[in-house]
Every structure is written in C-alpha cells, then in structure tokens.
C-alpha cells in the first residue's frame, strides 16, 4: 500500500506545543505514515504533503500570529487537502466542558477559513521562571496555573484517531478514483 506524507507544521513560543507536535509525528510514523514536523515559519510549500496538521499554543485567548498566517497563505491548498487542527492552552489543566468549549472557540476564525477534519485540544505546560513579568502578569491575571500538563496518553491516543481517519479517507479517494470511468 502507498504509505502518505504528512506534515505536522507547529507555532510554539515555549516548547511545549513542540513536543506535542513531535509525539503526534512518532505515532503518525510508527503506524506507517510518512512524516515532516516543522515549525510553521520554515514551511515552504505544501504541495508535496497529502494531508496537513497545524498545530499552534493559545497566548492571550488566540493562535499564534504565524499559525494564523500560514493557514491564510496556504488556504488554497489547505482547502484541497485533509486538515487537522490541535491547540495547546493553559485553560485545560482543569479540563471542564465549559473550558473544553471556550479553548475550541479560539479556533473559530481558522475554522471558518478552512474547516479540518479534526481538532485537538491539550492542555499544556507553564514554568513561571521562564516567563518575563509582562508574561508572568498575563498568566497570572488568567489564573493559570504552573506546571506541566501535558497528559501525552490521550495525546498519543488522539494521534492514532487521527492517522485512523485519514487511512479511511484516503481509502476512500483511491476506491472513488477507481470507479471514476
Ligand atoms: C503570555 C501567555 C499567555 C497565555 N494565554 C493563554 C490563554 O489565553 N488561554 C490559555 O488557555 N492558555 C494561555 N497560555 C498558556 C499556554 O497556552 C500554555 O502554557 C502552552 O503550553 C504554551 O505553549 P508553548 O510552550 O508551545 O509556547 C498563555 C501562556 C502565556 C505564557
């Protein structure tokens, strides 16, 4: 069987989302998918990719700006591909259904730009000491905590939900090509 290429394009202002986006890959990987991680701004083009998962943290109740840009600079061909979002935030250290709701509404401008197959939602991590007081003030006055978050189960096990949707859907272009007359 044809194996696919996939790239997992991230914004991260700390590491953390990074990682996340990494362990994501090493799933991807592992079950037979080929694989690129790379930071959104070293993205060149997408045309070589045959699905796409952009993945960026939450600052101040937003994506990223370079998140945002690359899905706008990319949108043509975004809409033509299977798309994944995740976010990484603070909110869901404490992973309440009203948390849950809020987090996903950050992403509502990206989704109406281009509507992914899936979106992920992870709770992140925070090291005060790493912060500079501007920063510090802003996570405070949120109340987030410090900490590291990351529950990397339910991330590896959302990786394979993913690779599991897009083998269907690519299943499903190859058996609508064959029948195409
Ligand atoms: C200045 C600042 C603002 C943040 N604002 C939010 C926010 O509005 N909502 C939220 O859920 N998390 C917020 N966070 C938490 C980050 O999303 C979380 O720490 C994430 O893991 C950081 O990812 P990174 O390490 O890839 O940069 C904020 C963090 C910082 C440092």
Known sequence: MQTWLVLIAYASRLGSTR????????VLAQRGARVEVLPVEEVQHIEDYQ?????SS????????????????????????PLVYFMVCGQMSNPTPEHFHEVYEYSRE???LVEP?????FSGSLDYS???HEERVSVLSKGLP??????????????????????????????EENIRP
């Not at 197959?117 to 939602?121: A, L, P, Q, S």
């Open 146 to 175: 410090e900490g590291d978050f990351r529950r990397w189960q339910d991330i590896r096990a959302w990786a394979e939900d993913v690779y599991d949707r897009l083998q269907l859907q690519f299943a499903r272009s190859r058996a």
């Open 19 to 26: 990682e996340i986006a990494q362990a994501i890959g090493e």
């Open 110 to 112: 990206m989704r109406e």
């Open 51 to 55: 699905a796409i998962i952009v993945g």
């Open 58 to 81: 939450i600052r101040d109740q937003a994506w990223l700006p370079e998140a945002r840009r690359f899905i706008q600079i990319h949108l043509d061909r975004l809409q033509a591909l």
């Open 130 to 132: 790493r912060l500079s």
């Open 117 to 121: 197959i899936e979106t992920g939602i």
